[in-house]
């Protein structure tokens, strides 16, 4: 009988012990306060790209990184399939949230209904970032899987059951991406930009960082969420090097800060400085931009950063050639000495907010490229005097190997200028985990 009533009991408990385990939350309701992508450096077009995983069942697609895009649009006129796709109604609270007034045309599709074709849903104007080419593409929403992270490896995928994007047509990937994205991944400050729809979902504060590979053999990573973001060797967090600068968004919603003075081999570059000032339509001042391989001065600027720097290099005897376009600056390479930080040039200096000490250096392997046998080149393009658009747009190539962390709340930027300066780089990050995204 004591044996019976012992293992009665023995029942019991183990009874409780797997209903205590069937109550907890499974893990995908793990909220995560820092997440992470892949970044990629496409050599064909030396634009970045990520793999992003979307749909039911799962999938991973790779899109182009737009850090001045407002939304994540995807091709949905190949075969988009997924169970979990819908088409929110013109009018409804997705539409507002996309910031579609409700004046706005509902979208209307003449062919049969399929993931970017419906009516009465609204619709948003899509667009190429390097052509410029525009399409009128359908607000949709679906999953998205993306990896989280303490910061020193990704960890288990964790997903946004109802992610708003925007079906596009193919049409807009026939030139100037890469070949085999499916859209474009837009990191702008915007309502239903990956930054702000993940922060929302996840409660951690809008704020993610960008590190950018310098080669097409390693990858960077994209961080969203706040530090602190580890790079090997020796496990650094490399967001204790930031410095801080405001971070304006420009009437047309772009990323722009204050530069106001350039500064070469520690001699000030002669500018009119009314240019690098952002007026309230948007024009003049200094944006940051991923889809520009290289920075774009206005013509009088280019000028004179182009003259001060050959000056300098003149001194130390490194001969001019012809140049090689898009470059108006370039110099015979075997003249050129090869340091941990790239060619052995003078730094340039971006002096932010007047405040000398608070200054973005550009060394060598920012400030050079190797534009064919023999030639290395200045990375910066002549931009004309087109007074309608920024007078500098820092470019792609200085921004590699360099963390950007952008703080949508506080308006901040910070930057770490090279971290080859540092012993390490973007190409740093422990992407060695592995595990399967489910959906929440």
């Keep these: 009988m ?9 029942l019991i408990f183990n009874s409780l012990i797997v209903l205590s385990s069937q109550s907890k939350p499974p893990a995908a309701s793990f909220k ?21 995983h979307k749909r039911t069942p799962s999938l991973q697609f790779p899109f182009v990184l737009n850090l001045n895009g407002k ?12 169970s979990t796709y819908q088409a929110p109604y013109c009018h409804s609270t997705q539409c507002a949230k996309a910031s579609i007034t409700p004046s706005a045309s509902c979208f209307s599709c003449s062919s049969h209904a399929r993931p970017g074709c419906h009516n009465n849903t609204c619709g948003l104007m899509t667009q190429n970032p390097v052509t410029h080419q525009n399409s009128m593409g359908e607000l949709a929403q679906d999953v998205l899987s993306i990896q989280s992270t303490k910061g020193s490896n990704p960890g288990p995928f964790v997903s946004v059951p109802r992610f708003l994007f925007t079906c596009a047509s193919s049409s807009l990937l026939s030139k100037g991406l890469p070949r085999n994205v499916q859209g474009v991944a837009g990191l702008g400050h915007a309502p239903i930009s990956l930054p702000t729809q993940l922060a929302s979902h996840f409660g951690f504060a809008p704020k993610f960082a960008l590190c950018l590979p310098s080669s097409t053999g390693n990858n960077g990573a994209v961080f969203f969420g706040d530090g602190p973001y580890y790079m090997r060797p020796g496990n650094t967090d490399v967001s204790r090097s930031l410095t801080y600068t405001p971070l304006t968004i420009s009437p047309r919603g772009k990323y722009h800060v204050s530069v106001t003075q350039i500064i070469i081999n520690n001699k000030v570059v002669p500018v009119n400085t009314a240019l690098l000032t952002l007026n309230r339509q948007g024009r003049g001042g200094t944006k940051i931009s991923t889809v520009k391989p290289y920075t774009i001065l206005e013509h009088s600027i280019f000028q004179s950063v182009t003259t001060c720097f050959a000056n300098e290099l003149s001194n130390n005897k490194v001969p001019r050639v012809k140049a090689v376009a898009p470059f108006g600056l370039c110099f015979d390479s075997s003249k050129l000495s090869n340091t941990r930080l790239g060619p052995k040039v003078p730094n340039i200096d971006l002096v932010l907010k007047n405040n000398q000490n608070v200054k973005w250096t550009i060394p060598g392997a920012n400030s ?27 470019g792609a190539h200085q921004l590699q190997d360099n963390l950007l962390q952008f703080d949508l709340a506080r308006s901040m930027l910070g930057f770490s200028s090279s971290l080859l300066l540092r012993g390490t780089s973007c190409s740093n990050f422990n992407f060695t985990a592995t595990t399967t995204p489910y959906m929440e």
């Design 2 to 10: 004591a044996r019976l009533f012992s293992f009665l009991i023995f």
């Design 368 to 394: 050079m490229v190797q534009a064919g046998p023999g030639v290395t080149c200045l990375a910066f393009v002549d931009g004309g005097a087109n007074k309608h658009r920024a007078s500098m747009i820092i």
């Design 32 to 52: 995560p306060n820092k997440l992470v992508l892949p970044a990629y450096k496409d050599k064909a077009t030396n634009l970045f790209t990520t793999n992003i």
């Design 71 to 82: 939304f994540l649009w995807v091709t949905c006129d190949r075969k988009y399939l997924s």
